[in-house]
């Protein structure tokens, strides 16, 4: 298990109170990063929060925790199962069916509101909501929160394109990445378009040189365990069937 001494997120900007925007530019790539590389794996995290960030210190280098509610998703195939923070969980999550790549969208827009405000974009009731999903779905379906004078024109042109309730015209990760948001600060930083190049943060797609399972046996059971905890509604033994197959 690695150290990461630098602490959750969440605490870092409660100390702060907000924070700074390039800074938060800062951070919020390597999230971004970090997803799409995720993503490109078919691992949809569907629980992003600032608690589930960890920060090395004095780095600031980003690491992704907390997998526990992680899914595979096969390409042409949604997820089914309600989860995730309430505060940071897309309108999606609580209908019958929803694409974890556009659910982790939507949770990365809540933290870079909360990162540029100390606070969440939209107003969770305790007293009137904590038992009552429906009211709480009414209020982040109807997608209405404000945009702080404060806000550079980029910061409020993601944040509304993230946190759109209607995931089929939601911005997808990769074009996050490429909005400039992400890279207004790169020439400050002495860094040049190669710096903000994906393939360069998250390398090339693995490629499988050879596959050599043939039988049960060979299958390793503690990775068997991870793909039952990341491939929840599948059986052990279609997943077996899976790692067996040449295709």
């Known amino acids: 298990m690695e150290l990461v001494k630098g602490g959750e997120l969440f605490a870092y900007i409660e100390e702060r109170e907000y924070v700074d925007e390039d800074e938060a530019v800062f951070l919020f790539r390597q999230m971004v990063a970090a997803l799409l590389h995720c993503h490109r794996l078919g691992i949809h995290h569907r629980d992003l929060k600032p608690e589930n960030i960890l920060l090395e210190q004095p780095s600031l280098r980003v690491k992704l925790v907390d997998f526990g509610m992680a899914a595979l998703q096969p390409k042409g195939k949604l997820l089914k199962t309600p989860c995730g923070s309430v505060h940071y969980a897309a309108p999606e999550v609580f209908e019958k069916s929803y694409d974890g790549s556009k659910v982790d969208v939507w949770s990365l827009g809540i933290i870079l509101y909360v990162m540029l405000t100390g606070t969440t974009p939209f107003y969770y009731d305790a007293g009137t909501m904590s038992d009552r999903v429906g009211l709480w779905y009414?209020?982040?379906?109807?997608?209405?929160?404000?945009?702080?004078?404060?806000?550079?024109?980029e910061a409020a042109d993601l944040i509304k394109r993230m946190l759109d309730p209607d995931p089929e015209t939601r911005i997808i990760l990769e074009d996050v990445w490429h909005h400039p948001f992400i890279h207004k600060y790169e020439?400050?930083?002495?860094?040049?378009?190669?710096?903000?190049?994906i393939e360069k943060w998250i390398g090339t797609a693995p490629i499988?040189?050879?596959?050599?399972?043939?039988?049960?046996?060979?299958?390793?059971?503690?990775?068997l365990r991870n793909l039952r905890t990341l491939w929840h509604s599948e059986k052990e033994s279609v997943i077996i069937k899976r790692l067996l197959s040449k295709e």
């Open 138 to 153: 009414d209020v982040i379906k109807a997608g209405h929160f404000p945009i702080p004078e404060a806000f550079s024109d």
């Open 208 to 223: 499988i040189d050879s596959w050599d399972i043939k039988t049960s046996s060979d299958i390793d059971r503690e990775l």
């Open 187 to 197: 020439a400050e930083w002495g860094e040049n378009a190669e710096d903000g190049d």
